[in-house]
């Protein structure tokens, strides 16, 4: 046990450290300046997206779904042959159309089943994904197209930039430093986070002209278009006078 004069100067020295540590914590840095650096880059898209569907109406829901199974099945079997394509298939849903009915005690009646089954392809082949689109659109319809950038694409472009975007945040806090008279600065902070910004990707499909163009496979003419990816630099440099 501690005696009576050991106690009491360990208590002080107790109390001295954490004056110590609370004056050091509330010392106000002076000379603190927040900046951002942004790099961005336009890249291609080298993903093609495709949403086809068959959609049908029929008075027997079993007959109905059976029909539009047949077609999409047939859709996936012919896609698969194609070498780099992914298959997948999309929101299947079917609903009741309701007729007004003459009779107010039955109220609305089911006068048929509208089902509607989509499938979805993806490739990096837009020559093959556009010419398979083309022939399956003698029974399927078209629902959606778009382009986007691969994962492993957008990475490897994002890396660069990170390293594009420190080295321009540097340049402004060197700058800012030097308007401001300092000698060098001390980083606070530095957040870095990626962004872009998608252009539309535009896409034009021939009109089908006349009787024998509907026996025909119609290839549509695309253009995948770019989204522009984004690096920002924000932080906080404590300028140090001379």
Request: aromatic share 4%; net charge negative.
């Amino acid at each position: 046990m501690l005696s009576k004069p050991l106690f009491a100067s360990a208590l002080l020295l107790s109390a001295c450290t954490l004056i110590s540590t609370a004056s050091f914590a509330a010392e106000p840095r002076y000379n603190q300046v927040a900046l951002r650096a942004e790099v961005s880059q336009e890249i291609a898209h080298d993903l093609m997206h495709v949403t086809l569907y068959s959609e049908a109406q029929g008075s027997d829901p079993a007959v109905l779904a059976a029909q539009i199974s047949k077609t999409l099945n047939a859709g996936i079997a012919q896609a698969r042959k194609v070498k780099g394509i992914s298959v997948t298939s999309g929101n299947r849903h079917s609903y009741p159309i309701y007729a007004e009915s003459t009779s107010e005690r039955k109220g609305p009646q089911i006068t048929a089943w509208r089902e509607r089954a989509e499938l979805r392809l993806e490739s990096a082949d837009f020559s093959a994904l556009s010419t398979l689109t083309g022939e399956l659109l003698q029974n399927l319809s078209m629902g959606d197209m778009s382009f986007s950038i691969a994962p492993s694409t957008r990475k490897s472009h994002e890396d660069t930039l990170l390293k594009d975007a420190v080295a321009a945040f540097k340049a402004r806090a060197d700058l800012a430093t030097l308007a401001l008279g300092g000698s060098d600065y001390k980083l606070v902070r530095l957040d870095l986070n990626s962004g872009g910004f998608q252009h539309p990707a535009p896409m034009r499909m021939e009109a089908m002209k006349g009787a024998a163009m509907m026996d025909a496979a119609v290839t549509p003419e695309i253009e995948a278009g770019t989204s522009q990816v984004s690096i920002n630099a924000d932080g906080v440099i404590e300028v140090l006078m001379p």
